[in-house]
């Protein structure tokens, strides 16, 4: 049991993390944060589920879902500060993340002027490096945004044009 005097209100927990009450409750619904309930049924708050609060967030922002972010938090303590050797297992997961996020991004800025492969055929472009829609052969979606790589030369008869790939 905590001491009262260390209880937030869900209002208080929202207005210190920043995020909606609905979302704290989804989060408590979740099982990402925990509360305590008043004789009345009300939520009360440790004011360490702060913490546990910017985690998520944080891990939000490296890409990482809400069933990873609870993962990732299970292997920490939910009532203190981690150490440096718990935090550091934590980021190591969080870097080869952020690395991957990277390299997608890297691969859509070499391509994002170019085919993206989406199969659309409605651009001359498309009739060169995509023809008779062979992106479709690869699956759904803007493949070559996807890390399938375009053909390196257009189709054999087309008018050349300059390769929009860098």
């Known amino acids: 049991m905590t001491d009262r005097s260390q209880l937030m209100t869900i209002g208080e927990l929202a207005a210190r993390s920043g995020l909606a009450t609905s979302a704290l409750r989804y989060y408590e619904q979740l099982g990402l944060i925990r509360s305590e309930r008043t004789a009345g049924g009300r939520r009360r708050y440790p004011r360490s589920t702060l913490r546990r609060v910017a985690f998520v967030r944080a891990a939000q922002a490296v890409g990482l879902s809400l069933d990873e972010a609870r993962t990732a938090m299970g292997r920490l303590p939910e009532d203190r500060a981690p150490t440096a050797a718990q935090w550091n297992r934590v980021a190591r997961a969080w870097t080869e993340r952020i690395d991957e996020r990277i390299a997608e991004l890297e691969r859509l800025r070499r391509r994002i002027t170019g085919c993206i492969g989406c199969g659309c055929l409605s651009l001359r472009k498309c009739a060169i490096y995509n023809p008779d829609d062979s992106a479709a052969d690869k699956g759904a979606g ?25």
Do not use: F, I
């Open 142 to 166: 803007a493949r070559y945004l996807l890390g399938d790589e375009p053909p390196v030369s257009p189709a054999p008869g087309s008018p050349q044009v300059t390769d929009p790939r860098p």
